[in-house]
């Protein structure tokens, strides 16, 4: 999986930076069936006023998960974003993983993606 950060006006410390690693490597893990070469994480992050605003995209095959965060700190504000990105990430792999669904298997006009 690739991913990219971009940041204006802030500058990272090494602790956000191991942060941002451990849960980069937590999604890796998540993300076992999909090959590496077909997901892109983007990470961009801003600081406005007194709040730090940002964005998590991750590109998936069939969609793109797009989240949008804003808090006071930088740490909470990254933390806030990537809890948002599993939660919904969960309910991506529920709709396109077929063996990992609690439905069960329906046939698709065009095929099973991940079967």
């Not at 451990?22 to 007194?50: C, F």
């Amino acid at each position: 999986m690739g991913f990219s950060i971009t940041h204006h006006d802030i500058n990272l410390s090494e602790s956000i930076l191991k942060k941002i690693d451990k849960r980069i490597s937590r999604l890796m893990r998540y993300l076992l069936g999909i090959p590496e070469d077909m997901s892109m994480l983007r990470l961009n992050i801003k600081k406005i006023r007194n709040f730090f605003e940002g964005s998590l995209g991750l590109n998936l095959p069939r969609e793109n998960l797009i989240i949008h965060f804003r808090e006071k700190s930088l740490g909470r504000a990254i933390n806030f974003g990537f809890d948002r990105l599993f939660r919904k990430l969960t309910k991506y792999k529920g709709k396109r993983f077929v063996e990992n669904s609690e439905y069960p298997k329906k046939g698709r006009a065009r095929g099973d993606f991940f079967a």
